[in-house]
């Protein structure tokens, strides 16, 4: 492939107790079953590596295992980064992630978990669990064992366009009647503290409460995000959040847009609208990949953006 392609992405689909139908009626797509809850849209995770579109047979973890200079030569045993969309119709367990340095020690030398939320549409009245309200480790451990979620766990509200960085060691969970982007490191070592005593497939999915209690921070120290917006062209820029696993932005463009991202890899989705990249449409639901050394980006249309990189 050469690096003045874009490289545009075939979703794969995960069905989940607790998902929907909202990615065939929002964005469109031919999904699997009415309880579709995920939509891996820039993968090369063995769980679900997406299929490149115009390369019969070819996959993004394959194009990492062997075009490697399209990602500027990075090293690394698999494509870094996931972008997901989630419909939650029902809530997500009640989880915690790893940091690399535990995930390496504990997790056969898996990555840890740092992962990012961008609301894309929500019921009025729907929320999300982020951090708790233990003051100590120990009070944790007694909260969790004594089953006392309502009182420990930290309930947020959310809108749509509301944006939410969730880092390794903090509780958290996506409740029902939400749909949003997640951009993650490449990794799905989930500890599970709590599943409502919910069953898939006549059993209970497994808890980790250990694990979990082990890479729980506490006392949770809510993160501060301070987004900033330019103008760029005929594009509004804001960047996310910039971390050490990812920078995300979000683009909201009406005529052009010129950009020279310095960076390995860029992904795109498509948020909503319709418009060409370098002269290749580009429309609401379409996921691709700018490689290293792609050069200067034209967008021209109207658009609702999602990008990241390294
Ligand atoms: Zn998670």
């Known amino acids: 492939m050469s690096s003045r392609e874009p490289i545009f992405l075939e979703p794969v689909f995960q069905e989940k107790i607790w998902g929907g139908d909202r990615l065939r009626t929002s964005f469109g797509y031919d999904i699997p079953s009415g309880h579709t809850g995920e939509c891996w849209a820039i993968s090369g995770h063995p769980g679900g590596d997406c299929r490149i579109k115009g390369r019969p047979g070819q996959t993004l973890g394959g194009l990492w295992r062997e075009e490697r200079a399209l990602f500027g030569g990075l090293a690394g045993e698999g494509f870094p980064l996931l972008v997901k969309l989630l419909d939650a119709r029902e809530d997500l367990s009640i989880q915690v992630h790893p940091d690399d340095s ?156 010129q950009r020279d991202w310095d960076a390995p890899f860029v992904n795109i989705s498509v948020l909503d609208g319709r418009g060409a990249l370098d002269g290749t449409p580009v429309e609401r639901g379409d996921h691709l990949l700018l490689p290293a050394g792609y050069g200067t980006m034209t967008l021209e249309g109207r658009l609702e953006l999602i990008c990241s990189h390294l």
């Open 102 to 257: 535990y995930a390496r020690l504990h997790e056969n030398g898996a990555s840890g978990k740092t992962e990012c939320w961008y609301i894309l549409d929500c019921d009025p009245d729907a929320t999300i669990i982020i951090g708790h309200h233990a003051r100590s480790p120990r009070e944790l451990r007694e909260m969790v064992e004594g089953k006392r979620w309502g009182e420990l766990l930290r309930e947020v509200p959310v809108r749509p366009g509301d944006f939410f960085q969730i880092d390794p060691g903090c509780v958290h969970s996506i409740r029902g009647g939400t749909l949003l982007l997640e951009t993650q490191q490449s990794s799905d070592v989930t500890y599970r503290f709590y599943d409502y005593d919910r069953l898939s497939e006549g059993r209970p999915r497994p808890l980790h409460i250990e694990e979990s209690l082990a890479v729980t921070q506490s006392p949770f120290r809510p993160r501060e995000l301070r987004p900033q917006t330019r103008r760029e062209g005929d594009a509004l820029v804001t960047e996310l959040v910039r971390c050490p696993c990812y920078t995300v932005y979000r683009a909201v463009l009406d005529g052009r847009w």
